[in-house]
């Protein structure tokens, strides 16, 4: 009897742990799935078979190292197919479906068989099988007692945009090398090829141009803050302004090196004529304001009015569009950035340029004099147009964020829409080409949740309003869209694992909606794709938010001048909890159904959600004192 339960027992747990191999959840959704009956199991010797091409080469190292780490079979490199159990196949005649980056895959109980037109598509092709394999195969050690299979399937999958990226803000806070690096290797992992470095802003200099010495000696450094966003405590005239970095030129070339290997693109920004304080403090002479050679590189002090309807500088952070030493600096500058970077864009930032200070310049009312300009706009347009000149002369093409459309620059600058989807509507009608990056769907420094529960910035951006984006917005010229952007601005990030909690979950939906038809566009199944894959970044020792798991708060007065509060959650079937007297809720407490009144001694709201008995959201403590002030603000 002993015997026959123990064998039921087995039973069940293989049925369990098969049917949980059955799950499917690749992020993008590819184009095309179709799963048949059957696995393939992963023997312990494994032969993986590629042609002699050395980009090709990379992406079935890659698969090797990843196998061998996590289970500790052998695996070896072949060009034999013939052996192979897995199979990297370049076609020797195009598939037209599959374009530069698309890929088959095919898994039968025999062997598995990827093939693509070119060596970007194997490379994508990998990602799909490892997100395939068990979650504990992005183990960085040998993990054992795992069925390592493969579920049967066939798929075939391309990209609707070939403009997939991420931007990372480097200039507020540095980050290492290695850790860029280790950027890049996680957002090619979901098929995300652009990375945008933004190198240069009021808070650093990040890249080294020999020709400049003082950008890094001077331009990179300044003293360390870790204050709330806009409420920093003010520097000392004698602090040391020893926080920072920079990136050498052989730093440059190596990361460039390392992405082109992983299919990555590299643009670099240098923003100007805003954003530019580091600049001007390393070389005084670029500004036309008096005093400017006592200026020094900010560290969180404010630097801008941004309270009235047109902001104004504080003190004056650009270069001077009527300062002809700027255009030779700038030629020297961008001399330096085209030899580094081999991609064909270079972006000059252009945004939030203030322009009070140029108004009582004498030095740009005679250039305004001198070229007929009559607007503060045209000013920075005569200012853009001078450097698209300098860039185009490098071999390079001119982008900007939306702005520089305001001053008129030519056709041939692309145009980064940021500021809503206006601006690449616009662009894209003048002929630009554009990419879409809007504040309100994209912007990673955004909080994720609750203010109560994240580091506190200007907005809030949940996943699940991400994931709504459609980049091809009613009115734009679809051919001159060349596809979608987020974006990771640093003010409240200080390290790297910051960087990924901000980055994840957020950026699998840049990688959807960039990636995948949106058609295929489905939240509930999005949402559990996400929660699976939490999973293997728990097995990466990658940090993510599990914001979406907050409860969201929504408050009125009623009739009775009480204070009612709306929970709701992001993701169905989780319960919410609550407690207003001060102890802390758990799956044993109340129950939120219906609006709750605030009883009038509260001082704390706290909710947790469940699934069944399982906490999974965080405990958010919201005190009644902020409750009032949000209907205040009504």
């Known amino acids: ?234 520097i000392g005239a004698d602090e040391p302004r020893n926080y920072g970095g920079f990136y050498t030129q052989e730093d440059i070339k190596e990361v460039v090196a390392y992405a082109a290997a992983r299919f990555v693109n590299v643009l670099p920004e240098i923003d100007i004529p805003g954003h530019s304080l580091a600049a001007v403090a390393s070389y005084p002479e670029l500004s036309c304001t008096p005093g400017a050679e006592n200026y020094k590189v900010r560290s969180g002090e404010e630097i801008m009015d941004w309270s009235g309807p047109h902001f104004v500088a504080l003190i004056d952070n650009t270069l001077c569009p009527a300062n002809e030493k700027v255009y030779p600096f700038l030629d020297k500058v961008f001399t330096e950035i085209a030899q580094l970077f081999p991609f064909e864009y270079i972006h000059v930032g252009g945004d939030e340029c203030a322009k009070n200070f140029w108004e009582k310049s004498d030095a740009v009312k005679a250039l305004m004099q001198k070229e007929g300009l009559t607007t503060m706009d045209q000013v920075q347009g005569y200012f853009e147009n001078r450097v698209e000149k300098i860039v185009n002369s490098k071999g390079k093409k001119m982008m900007g964020w939306d702005e520089i459309l305001e001053g008129g620059v030519s056709p041939t600058a692309a145009i980064m829409s940021w500021r809503g989807t206006k601006g690449g509507v616009e662009a894209s009608n003048k002929g630009h080409e554009v990419v879409m990056s809007p504040t309100t769907f994209v912007y990673l420094d955004y909080m994720q949740s609750d203010a109560i529960m994240e580091p506190k910035v200007y907005a809030s951006l949940r996943v699940n309003k991400t994931y709504s984006y459609e980049p091809v917005s009613e009115g734009i010229n679809e051919k001159l869209v060349k596809g979608v952007q987020g974006n990771l601005w640093t003010e409240q990030v200080y390290n790297y694992r910051q960087v990924q909690y901000m980055t994840w979950p957020r950026s699998f939906a840049v990688s959807e909606i960039a990636w995948s038809p949106a058609a295929k566009k489905n939240w509930k199944s999005f949402s559990g794709k996400i929660e699976d894959h939490f999973k293997r970044f728990d097995v990466a020792e990658i940090k993510y938010a599990p914001s979406m798991y907050d409860a969201d708060f929504m408050v009125k007065k009623n009739d009775k001048g009480e204070l009612v509060v709306s929970l709701a959650t992001e993701i169905e079937g989780l319960d919410i909890y609550y407690s207003f007297d001060n102890s802390y809720p758990d799956h044993f407490y109340p129950k939120y159904t219906a609006p709750l009144t605030v009883p009038v001694d509260a001082s704390m709201l706290r909710v947790i959600t469940y699934r069944g008995k399982q906490p999974v959201g965080r405990m958010n403590n919201m005190p009644v004192e902020e409750l009032k002030k949000r209907v205040l603000k009504k």
């Open 1 to 234: 009897m002993k015997k026959i339960l123990s064998l039921a027992f087995c039973c069940c747990i293989t049925a369990s742990t098969f049917s949980q191999q059955q799950s499917i959840s690749i992020i993008p959704e590819p184009v095309q799935m179709s799963q048949k009956n059957g696995r393939f199991q992963l023997p312990k010797n494994i032969n993986i078979s590629s042609s002699g091409n050395k980009e090709v080469q990379f992406a079935a190292i890659q698969l090797q190292k990843k196998i061998s780490t996590s289970t500790g079979y052998s695996v070896k490199l072949s060009a034999n197919a013939a052996s192979a159990n897995i199979q990297l196949v370049l076609n020797t005649n195009a598939n037209n479906t599959l374009g530069k980056e698309g890929y088959q895959l095919s898994v039968t109980p025999k062997n598995i068989i990827i093939k693509a037109n070119e060596p970007a598509g194997l490379f994508y092709g990998v990602q799909t099988l490892l997100q395939l394999l068990p979650k504990e195969i992005v183990s960085k050690q040998l993990v054992k007692n795992i069925a390592w299979s493969v579920p049967c399937i066939e798929i075939t999958d391309y990209p609707r945009f070939g403009w997939r990226g991420i931007m990372l803000d480097v200039s507020r806070h540095f980050f290492t090398k290695d850790e860029v690096k280790n950027f890049i290797d996680e957002m090619a992992a979901y098929k995300l090829n652009l990375f945008h470095w933004h190198l240069v802003d009021d808070e650093g200099w990040r890249v080294e141009i020999k020709s400049l010495p003082k950008l890094t000696s001077v331009g990179a450094w300044n003293a360390k803050r870790v204050g709330h966003f806009g409420d920093f405590t003010p």
